[in-house]
T-cell receptor, first 112, second 110 residues
Framework: DAGITQSPRHKVTETGTPVTLRCHQT?????MYWYRQDPGHGLRLIHY???????DKGEVSDGYSVSRSKTEDFLLTLESATSSQTSVYFC???????????FGPGTRLTVL | SQQGEEDPQALSIQEGENATMNCSYK?????LQWYRQNSGRGLVHLIL?????REKHSGRLRVTLDTSKKSSSLLITASRAADTASYFC??????????FGKGTRLHILP
């Protein structure tokens, strides 16, 4: 995961505040994904991108939006954070025709 | 959406023993992957097996795929303390997105 970074790595915020998580890759991969990981649920796909300005919803997209203005960056925004969005968020990339995903180190978000 | 389901949910074995975990899925797939996640880290890809393959090896890892039973197994031979982690299977859905199971937590006892 050396080529994928996430920021911030930890964040505590209050209900109702906007939050933006950033994923940055140096792999030049076309596809990028945002997942959340919660006990008992495994990884669930929030949104994904198949190119600059091309994004689509995943399994649990309500309350989240994304943007991808450059190949390297994929932003996840919680417009108005809720306690149910307390989770660990992972970014992943996929490219080179390998069908393999490469994960970032994760962001632990706590919404009080 | 289809999802791989790992079994068992948790497994504890002695160092040096072999560890086997299984994954079952619901609909036809193009490929199946296994990933490892160490505590507090992101997932790391271990191995991919395509639907026309039955067995694949990578170091101490052996993966089998039985498409007639819609199941796969991951065998880790001669386990080490460093193998303590969660292991996830991942299958592709009809939109070619990867769907992850909930994982097997493997604990290697010294």
């Amino acid at each position: 995961d050396a080529g994928i970074t996430q920021s911030p790595r930890h964040k505590v915020t209050e209900t109702g505040t906007p939050v933006t998580l950033r994923c940055h890759q140096t792999e030049n991969h076309r596809y990028m994904y945002w997942y959340r990981q919660d006990p008992g649920h495994g990884l669930r796909l929030i949104h994904y991108s198949y190119g600059v300005k091309d994004t689509d919803k995943g399994e649990v997209s309500d309350g989240y939006s994304v943007s991808r203005s450059k190949t390297e960056d994929f932003l996840l925004t919680l417009e108005s954070a809720t306690s149910s969005q307390t989770s660990v968020y992972f970014c992943a990339t996929e490219g080179g025709g390998t069908d393999t995903q490469y994960f970032g180190p994760g962001t632990r978000l706590t919404v009080l | 959406s289809q999802q791989g389901e790992e079994d068992p949910q948790a497994l504890s074995i002695q160092e040096g023993e072999n560890a086997t975990m299984n994954c079952s899925y619901k609909t036809s797939i193009n490929n199946l992957q296994w990933y490892r996640q160490n505590s507090g880290r992101g997932l790391v890809h271990l191995i991919l097996i395509r639907s026309n393959e039955r067995e694949k090896h990578s170091g101490r890892l052996r993966v089998t795929l039985d498409t007639s039973k819609k199941s796969s197994s991951l065998l880790i031979t001669a386990s080490r303390a460093a193998d303590t982690a969660s292991y996830f299977c991942a299958t592709d859905d009809r939109d070619d997105k990867i769907i992850f199971g909930k994982g097997t937590r493997l604990h290697i006892l010294p």
